[in-house]
């Protein structure tokens, strides 16, 4: 039977396998170039960090990109204690530890900490965790003085009798072992809530994951591979074997700590089939905030929450003080995220609940979405510890630009739409841009009259006007911005859309109003979010509102807004725009690559690693050589590419999870890439072969379905 890999069952094991020989280590010189035949962790050689070849049991740390490094030690044992004290000393500059089966994923930012400071940090890191005195085979982490939460399990799971037969256990007592022990909450990873709890009964450890996962796994199961327990905390395919369910939400925007289990908690299973256990579950979220108030620590038992739930009271159709039933729906029978958005007085379920905000307010109707519309900020870095990634904008630059052309801050929230389509009515006044794909921007007035208009200038819209996005000519993504932003609340910080993780406001569905935000009072940004009264609807306007001069230069006959030839692509970065809007001002930088349609290639640059060395030595050569197609399977999560030879592996072990980022690119058994996007999960198990560089991440976002990708990689 194989091992178990991550929850979805294509992701990683907690199985410890050995790197393929030849990999090179980290007693090279600093800068040292990457082996071709033996890996790249000669990237980030540093004194004192030599560990040998990677059989050995000493740590290495291998590249992951140029803004993240990857810690590799030879147990979890380990990582466990060295966490706490990374997480404890963490300099400026280093966003996001995250904590895996063998790993640590350090995420830092370049321009605020050099990669040879966070090596030194990580290698005084390691000098004060103490060595083991033997490596266990089976996860059996110390026990912490962490919050201690009890899951209470209706043990009725699918696989219950297969893993008793594969034990040779009756189903009683895999019951007993797995309701005996105390489990570490070790690391967050595959879905928001997700946690991998290492220990319980050694004879656990040996349990492989399914032969063929399911398509649908129910949210609350609980579920055990190789030594790790886990419960699901949505509804999503899963290759683990099901022990049973519990009642109890694993993740709750509702609850001041919206995810129940977080790393470095303690977790024991109860039976609720027990005689003895007298329960009266799930917790409510008015119960899980007032157990994360200072004061309320200790076990969340399911006495203590049976005592709280009665104490919050239910009426007697079972609903709680908030109108949520048992499962944490509403009468109108939206989930956690869905009221989150109604309370919050972001875009809701339907069109009728969704339009009762701001009416007498400056907002613009949509009309139509086109195929996908998402609201996006620069996303919402440091929650790797709820097991949430980054997400935001996929063209960040663009996203940018958009903001400051109507003078706005860079990171308020922005519309991302895909492939044009989007069609928006003015109900007041207001000032839009629109960045990012080379699409035709249209503005009509109510009686259908043709205003002039174009993509990458701020545009004055008078009530009834229209806004129209045509179908891009280059590019996918188009990012619309308003002068005063868009009033949609964040979700944990953030107003970005993740559409893995199913966090933030809902896409916008025609019928929405989206309410404009107030701009600040600095000098020149008026009251309203409008341009000048006396300025013409639809003539290009000064992002400060002070003239009714235009930011760039008209476009001339036969040239598209962004400068380019009509009928040629262009990158929607050409034109260098001078904005001196609330001291936001910045000369934007000149890309002369244009943006590609279906059938061209683009090139962008890539590191080798972190797990190069797990590929035949001409898998590299052979990544660099060939144009991958971007299949129709790509999306914000990733792009699937399309090789005409696979990249072969030369080690066939299952790799233990580990951390991931955007751009990473991961390749399964089929030797056919996925380059992680913005909404990539937080932990991945297939291995990746190389990270494309920051700067080029955001070109990705504008590569259509049908072209192609090369990779040059980078000494």
């Not at 400026?92 to 990669?115: C, E, K, N, S, Y």
């Not at 912490?144 to 594969?166: C, F």
């Not at 919206?258 to 008015?286: H, T």
């Not at 000149?590 to 797990?611: K, N």
Request: with cysteine; aromatic share 4%.
């Amino acid at each position: 039977m194989a091992a178990p890999s991550g929850p979805s069952g294509s992701g990683a094991s907690s199985a410890s396998p050995s790197a393929a020989d030849g990999s090179s280590t980290l007693s090279a010189a600093p800068g040292t170039s990457p082996d071709p035949a033996g890996g790249s962790s000669a990237l980030l050689a540093s004194p004192g960090l030599s560990c040998g070849s990677p059989g050995d049991e000493a740590p290495r740390l291998l590249p992951c990109g140029d803004a993240a490094v990857l810690l590799e030690w030879r147990s979890l044992d380990q990582i466990l204690a060295l966490f706490p004290v990374a997480r404890d000393s963490r300099p400026p500059g280093v966003t996001d530890l995250i904590p895996a089966a063998r790993t640590l994923l350090v995420r830092f930012r370049p321009d605020q900490i050099a990669r040879s400071v966070v090596c030194a940090w990580l290698r005084r890191c390691l000098a004060q965790v103490p060595e083991p005195t033997s490596t266990p085979v089976q996860p059996q982490p110390q026990p912490t003085s962490g919050r201690l939460v009890e899951i209470p399990v209706h043990y009725v799971g699918e696989d219950l009798d297969a893993v008793a037969d594969w034990l040779g256990l009756t189903r009683r007592e895999v019951v007993e072992r797995h309701t005996g022990s105390v489990y570490q909450a070790a690391f967050a990873g595959f879905a928001p809530g997700f946690v991998y709890l290492a220990g319980g009964d050694p004879c656990f450890g040996g349990v492989p994951r399914r032969p063929s996962p399911r398509t649908r796994v129910p949210a609350g199961s609980v579920a055990l591979a190789g030594g790790f327990s886990a419960v699901y905390p949505s509804e999503s395919p899963g290759g683990w074997q099901l022990l049973g369910v519990t009642p109890v939400r694993m993740w709750d925007l509702h609850r001041v700590e919206p995810a129940l289990i977080q790393p470095g908690f303690q977790v024991r299973f109860i039976d609720l089939d027990d005689p003895a256990v007298r329960a009266s579950l799930p917790v409510s979220g008015a119960v899980e905030r007032r157990l994360s108030q200072p004061g309320a620590r200790g076990t969340l038992t399911a006495g203590r929450a049976m005592a709280e739930q009665d104490a919050a009271g239910r009426d007697a159709a079972g609903r709680d003080a908030a109108g949520r039933d048992a499962a944490g729906r509403d009468a109108a029978g939206r989930d956690a995220v869905e009221q989150s958005a109604v309370e919050q007085g972001a875009a809701a379920p339907s069109a009728a609940a969704r339009n009762t905000a701001g009416r007498g307010a400056a907002c613009l109707e949509v009309l139509r979405a086109g195929a996908q519309t998402l609201f996006q900020d620069l996303g919402r870095p440091g929650l790797a510890g709820l097991g949430v990634s980054r997400s935001g904008a996929l063209d960040r630059a663009a996203a940018r630009r958009a903001n400051q052309l109507v003078g706005n801050p860079p990171g308020l929230a922005v519309l991302e739409n895909a492939l044009g389509g989007l069609r928006l009515s003015c109900r007041g006044r207001a000032v839009v841009a629109v960045t990012g794909a080379q699409a035709p921007v249209f503005l009509t007035t109510a009686s259908g009259v043709r205003l002039p208009a174009a993509a990458g200038h701020a545009l004055r819209l008078e009530d009834g006007q229209v806004l129209r996005i045509g179908t891009p000519r280059a590019g996918v993504r188009c990012y619309v911005a308003v002068r005063g932003g868009w009033a949609v609340p964040p979700v944990l910080g953030s107003c970005a859309t993740d559409v893995l993780a199913g966090i933030g406001p809902a896409p916008v569905r025609p019928g929405d109003r989206l309410e404009i935000g107030a701009p600040d009072a600095s000098p020149g940004s008026g009251s309203s979010g409008d341009a000048r009264s006396d300025t013409p609807a639809g003539v290009v306007v000064d992002s400060t509102a002070a003239s009714g001069a235009p930011l760039c230069p008209p476009a001339a006959p036969g040239l598209t807004a962004d400068g380019q030839r009509e009928g040629r692509t262009s990158d929607n970065h050409c034109v260098q725009a001078q904005t001196q809007s609330r001291g936001w001002a910045q000369r934007q930088p000149q890309r002369t690559a244009p943006l590609p349609q279906p059938g061209d290639v683009v090139t962008v640059e890539v590191i080798p690693g972190p797990r190069d060395d797990w590929f035949a030595p001409e898998a590299l050569a052979l990544l660099a050589a060939q144009a991958w197609r971007v299949t129709p399977q790509s999306n914000r999560v990733g792009m699937r590419l399309a090789g005409a030879r696979p990249l072969r592996r030369s080690n066939d072990q299952e790799l233990p999870s580990e951390g991931a980022v955007a751009g990473a690119i991961q390749v399964p058994t089929d030797g056919q890439p996925v380059l992680f996007l913005a909404d990539h999960p937080l932990t991945g198990g297939y291995p990746v072969i190389a990270v494309v560089r920051s700067r080029d991440i955001d070109r990705l976002a504008q590569v259509p379905v049908g072209a192609f990708l090369r990779f040059h990689v980078c000494a």
